[in-house]
């Protein structure tokens, strides 16, 4: 689609050779035409201003008036009276038919698809207001190469959030920003790495394998041996973690990903005694909790030992994952390692869009947004336990303390491959536990609802439509 520069001039790369002989306007001429004839230059396209062009080219503007006059009466190019010249439409041969789109999908009845919030409820008003506050009140400095740590205000805001609301150990000087939590776990284990660690575990069901997930993949490119740790109904089985060899661990205490489970009181302690004793580190993926239901308050296992354990957060959930912001929270021995991995990573995250986080943060708003989310969630969750109780009692529904997805018990023995395909024949997403596991483990016939993407009132149907295929 041609750029319309709503009264901007576009601006044209030409050359003209004034040492050659060739004159000037025979020159340019042949410049316009070859820039149409290429497809450079597309249907539609607006041609700057002869003055503008005059200028930029160092020529008389009556000149590029005669080559566009000449350009007019060859076909090339079009001009109605007050407004701009344009490249006419079919000037330059039609490029190559595209081949065919592939059919869209049918609209599904219900998508339960996890790990994704409610874009439709994203705080456009919000983040337009903190767009300009943050434009309107940073400083000159502020536009250079930032602190790779972070910008010092969203950290010192972020640290007090997590203070408050985590209860978290949080110093500015430990937070450093990420792109997100994939660009943070790959810091942090860069950074254990380089300090002499070889091995991480994963939860298992958790991110699943290198060939399904990409922070698992990542680990492995570091140089980092991956092992898998079971996952029970307490959470990480600490134990297997003692006999797995790893130096590192990456868990989701607060609601574990995908089972759902909260990790207990007595293996929190466990592992933080594990790594105490094996000098070993915690990397706590803190992605969620922001949406608790009605369970009491956990708070982030760093502020059980903040020497041990790495808190990584996101505005993926809270917001959407296009914001791309996230953020560590390192023990103060290795802090300063996470930022100089994140200086050579990318020299730091975008200043503009971390001021913007910090005036939400600021303002209240980003904590009135969250409350509105989780009463959008909460209802989404009564209703996805209601329409289960009622089209398909059997089926046992755990993992609902916190965030927004669940685990669907299906009955042993079911196929749960069959079951997410034959869902789909009949427009419901459903998605099967068994991506997210090792390939060791086979473990039994789970489904992983989400229900971020799918509105309340879509849940009942959805449900209605696959309920014999679940019991
Ligand atoms: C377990 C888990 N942690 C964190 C994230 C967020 O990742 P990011 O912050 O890179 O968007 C996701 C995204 O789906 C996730 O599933």
Not at 38 to 56: H, N, T, V
Not at 195 to 223: K, M, N, Q, W, Y
Not at 425 to 434: A, F, H, I, K, T
Request: charged share 25%.
């Amino acid at each position: 689609m041609a750029i319309q520069w709503s009264g901007l001039g576009p601006e044209l790369l030409l050359r003209l050779d004034r040492r050659g002989g060739q004159p000037l306007r025979s020159q340019l001429e042949e410049g316009l035409r070859e820039a149409i004839r290429s497809g450079r230059l597309q249907g539609g396209e607006r041609l700057p201003s002869s003055r503008e062009l005059a200028r930029e080219l160092g020529i008389s503007r009556g000149l590029v008036q005669e080559c566009y006059s000449q350009l007019l009466s060859e076909g090339y190019l079009t001009s109605q009276i007050g407004s701009a010249t344009r490249v006419a439409m079919g000037a330059h041969p039609p490029r190559p038919e595209p081949p065919p789109r592939p059919e869209p999908p049918p609209r599904l009845i219900a998508d339960f698809r996890n790990g994704v919030p409610d874009l439709a409820s994203f705080p456009r008003g919000d983040w337009i207001w903190a767009t300009r506050e943050a434009c309107g009140s940073m400083a000159n400095l502020d536009l250079d190469y930032g602190d790779p740590h972070g910008a010092a205000v969203l950290r010192t805001v972020l640290a007090g959030y997590l203070r408050r609301v985590r209860a978290a150990s949080a110093d500015p000087a430990q937070m450093i920003v990420s792109t997100g939590f994939a660009q943070g776990i790959v810091l942090v284990l860069r950074a254990l790495a380089q300090a002499g660690a070889r091995c991480a575990a994963f939860e298992d069901p958790g991110p699943g394998t290198a060939d399904t997930s990409e922070t698992v993949r990542a680990a492995g490119a570091i140089g980092l041996r991956t092992v898998h740790v079971p996952v029970d109904d307490l959470g990480i089985d600490v134990s297997a973690l003692e006999d797995s060899g790893a130096q590192v661990v990456v868990v989701t205490p607060a609601h574990q990903s995908p089972t759902g489970v909260v990790l207990a009181a007595r293996r929190r302690h466990a592992l933080v005694d594990w790594a105490n004793r094996n000098d070993g580190f915690i990397v706590e993926d803190d992605y969620d909790s922001e949406f608790r239901y009605d369970r009491e308050p956990v708070g982030v296992l760093q502020g059980l030992a903040p020497d041990r354990v790495f808190t990584i957060g996101t505005a993926s959930k809270a917001l959407a994952p296009a914001v791309r912001l996230g953020w560590v929270l390192a023990p103060p021995s290795l802090a300063a390692a996470v930022a100089e991995e994140k200086r050579i990573s990318d020299r730091g995250s975008s200043t503009l869009d971390q001021l913007v986080l910090a005036a939400l943060l600021e303002s209240g708003r980003y904590d009135r947004h969250l409350r509105r989310m989780r009463a959008i969630y909460a209802g989404r969750r009564t209703g996805l336990i209601a329409a289960l109780a009622r089209h398909a009692p059997r089926v046992r529904l755990t993992g609902l303390a916190a965030g927004f997805h669940a685990v669907a018990h299906l009955q042993a023995g079911a196929d749960e491959q069959a079951v997410v395909t034959a869902a789909r024949e009949r427009r419901v997403g459903l998605y099967g536990m068994s991506s997210f596991r090792s390939a060791r483990a086979a473990g039994p016939p789970r489904l992983v609802l989400g229900f971020g993407q799918v509105g309340e009132r879509a849940i009942e149907p959805g449900i209605a439509a696959v309920a014999d295929l679940l019991t």
